[in-house]
């Protein structure tokens, strides 16, 4: 995704891989926005807004292993 200046996305909020967040756009908790650009799609689930600190935590515990990938 990519998030343009001044555009705020919320802990909790959701940004679809690919996505466009224009300038000034807030990505508020527990909501999913995708597109380019990016818009409101839906809330999320609990479920999945449980996820979302977890997702966060394999990419920290990966970090070494996709270093290595990208050139």
């Not at 597109?35 to 515990?61: C, H, Q, W």
């Amino acid at each position: 995704a990519t998030i343009i200046d001044f555009a705020v996305v919320e802990s909790g909020g959701f940004v679809a891989a690919g996505s466009v967040v224009t300038p000034k756009k807030r990505i508020p908790t527990g909501q999913m926005w995708g597109g380019n650009p990016a818009k409101y799609m839906r809330d999320l689930t609990p479920e999945e807004s449980a996820f979302i600190p977890i997702s966060a935590e394999n990419y920290v515990k990966h970090v070494s292993e996709y270093k290595g990938l990208i050139a």
